[in-house]
């Protein structure tokens, strides 16, 4: 059993910059793949970033792209989002989820909700305007 565990949320003015953390137990972390998604009130979850277990090729929601990068510290057990630039409509609950695989395909499978095993329980960012 894995279990995430973000952190790093918090209340930020428009234009500036937030770093979440998901940290998740066990040996086997630099072998997993992990993806950020996050849910405003109302709406459906959606992607925001995604990373192999190499490291290479991660994946942006284009809202999100050239303002997000996604990186990770095997050495921590920890995968960062750096937000930059961010916008009242950032405003959500983020969740970090552990794919097992640990390699995405492509997009669509980096972005598919149902191809992740273990959630964490969020961190809520708020974007003031």
């Known amino acids: 059993q894995v279990q995430p565990a973000e952190s790093g949320g918090g209340l930020v003015q428009a234009g500036g910059s937030l770093r979440l953390s998901c940290a998740a137990s066990?040996?086997?972390?630099?072998?997993?793949?992990i993806g950020w998604f996050r849910q405003a009130p109302g709406k459906q979850r959606e992607f925001v970033a995604a990373?192999?277990?190499?490291?290479?090729?991660?994946y942006y929601a284009d809202s999100v792209k050239d303002r997000f990068t996604i990186s990770r510290d095997n050495a921590k057990n920890t995968v960062y989002l750096q937000m930059n630039s961010l916008k009242p409509e950032g405003t959500a609950l983020y969740y970090c989820a552990v794919d097992r695989i640990g390699y995405f395909r492509d997009y669509e499978g980096a972005a598919r909700t149902d191809d992740y095993d273990y959630w964490g329980q969020g961190t809520q960012v708020t974007v003031s305007s």
């Open positions: 066990g040996r086997t972390f630099s072998s997993y793949g």
């Open positions: 990373i192999g277990r190499t490291g290479s090729a991660p």
